[in-house]
């Protein structure tokens, strides 16, 4: 398929669901509703011709990932575990996908297990760390001072799925915790303040590889460097590096050999693929350590038991196919539509408008664009309540019932308050149009006059 083809297959795909879309979480978004609060969408409002540029919170399906489903849906309905010829036909789809997933990551079919989000998939390495430290210590005793509980490093705007994992890790007693701030000048951790974080305890580091708020990209690559280093030089714990890499699969190239990670987060539904996930391990069980969380029938290697759903698999699996083909094209395509968003931006706002996206001496995804309009009226909730076509965020929707904050994420980015409140984050997808950036941009600058005109 054509990376033009495909680009109007998913704008005619994006079009008809924005007709029929509601809150979503995962990281799914606040839409235009009720003034008074910014969050309730009503079914009326749909009806109006609405342009979707919230592809950080979720992505439609690709024809052919819905085509796929639906081949599994009626012909794959077979037991994958069974031996017959409906369980072998099951199995060879998810064979096929698993594949195909690890070929987008630059891994073997064995690296891949199959979650259901990626939730889950960040819950199973964090937990798997902590097991490892533990087994360690009991076969090896606490050598080299590694003792106390382990320790795990984390930068301080992780995704909820990290976050509050290693928080709760920390007040049960079961780790201890580094945030690591982000540079307010680069919107990343410099990797200098990664290793001096490093402790003889230190089991695991977990840095999301792109910033959902942001579009900034972190320096995985160069942090991985640095801790094969660190390991070669001690007798102590092997500390493991996860990247969850919900937010740059589908925009940028992701390899995940060359990055040098042990564990990669992968999510479906960030790269038109259907709510599921799946997590790359270095050689499970081999050169990287895996422990299940759930017990059962033995599926993924029993690294996650429990019956496979075949068709969101092979959803999953025709979504990897297509990243693989036409990455590039993705990319070049989102990166001259959001040049285009801000330079749109730039000559209709002026000096009221100010992008949270730009940082200095930073890589960045190439579709976020994550802006304020600067007023005392104009904060980013607001505008988005009096816009009659937009469909955006203010930030990460899984913090949608937290009010009407500033996101905590632009705060600790070096954002003031009152710039983070009007924020507004535009993520533009593999469909978006020059056109439907004129559109928004129109109304973006009539929500923002009638708002003005309040005062």
């Not at 819950?123 to 097991?131: F, M, S």
């Not at 969380?293 to 029993?302: C, D, M, T, V």
Request: aromatic share 4%; with cysteine.
């Amino acid at each position: 398929m054509s990376s033009t083809a495909s680009r109007k297959s998913i704008k005619d795909t994006s079009t008809s669901l924005t007709r029929s879309m509601s809150n979503q979480c995962d990281d799914t978004t606040q839409v235009k509703g009720q003034a008074s609060t910014g969050h309730t969408v009503h079914q009326s409002d749909m009806a109006t011709d609405r342009i979707y540029m919230d592809f950080n919170a979720t992505t439609p399906l690709e024809p052919e990932v819905i085509q796929a489903i639906s081949e599994a849906l009626k012909e794959a309905w077979g037991n994958p575990s069974s031996n017959h010829v409906a369980g072998v036909k099951a199995k060879a789809i998810i064979n096929k996908s698993r594949e195909n997933v690890a070929r987008m990551v630059g891994g073997e079919a064995e690296d891949i297990i199959f979650t259901s989000g990626g939730t889950e998939a960040n819950n199973l390495v964090l937990h798997t760390a902590l097991e490892h430290y533990r087994k360690h210590c009991m076969t090896e005793g606490n050598q080299n001072g590694s003792s106390g509980p382990p320790h795990i490093i984390t930068s301080n705007v992780e995704h909820d799925s990290v976050k509050l994992v290693a928080d709760n890790l920390q007040k049960a007693g079961r780790a201890d915790v580094t945030f690591v701030a982000v540079s307010k000048v680069k919107g990343c951790v410099e990797v200098e303040d990664v290793i001096a974080a490093v402790r003889p305890n230190t089991c695991l580091i977990s840095m999301m590889l792109a910033n959902n708020e942001t579009g900034v990209i972190m320096p995985i690559q160069e942090i991985c460097q640095r801790i094969k280093v660190v390991n070669k030089q001690h007798q102590r714990p092997r500390i493991l590096v996860h990247t969850d890499a919900a937010q740059a699969l589908g925009k940028i190239p992701v390899d995940a050999r060359e990055l040098g990670v042990d564990y990669l987060t992968i999510v479906g539904h960030k790269f038109y693929a259907p709510r599921i996930g799946a997590l790359y391990v270095n050689s499970p069980g081999e050169t990287t350590p895996l422990y299940p969380q759930l017990f059962g029938g033995g599926q993924e290697k029993n690294f996650r038991p429990g019956t496979e759903n075949t068709p969101m698999i092979a959803g999953l699996g025709k979504a990897a196919e297509l990243v693989t083909a036409n990455v590039s094209d993705y990319q070049s395509h989102m990166q001259n539509i959001k040049l285009y968003l801000e330079e749109r931006l730039q000559a209709v706002f002026k000096d009221k408008i100010h992008f949270n996206s730009h940082y200095s001496g930073s890589d960045h995804l190439p579709n976020t664009c994550n802006l304020s309009i600067l007023g005392s009226r104009l904060q980013g909730w607001r505008v988005l309540s009096t816009c009659k076509r937009l469909l955006a965020s203010v930030g990460a929707a899984c913090h949608s019932d937290s009010g009407n904050r500033p996101s905590h994420i632009l705060l600790k980015c070096g954002i003031p308050s009152e710039v983070a409140a009007n924020a507004l984050r535009l993520s533009v997808g593999r469909g978006t149009t020059k056109e439907e950036v004129d559109a928004v941009v129109e109304d973006l600058r009539e929500a923002v006059q009638l708002l003005e005109g309040m005062d």
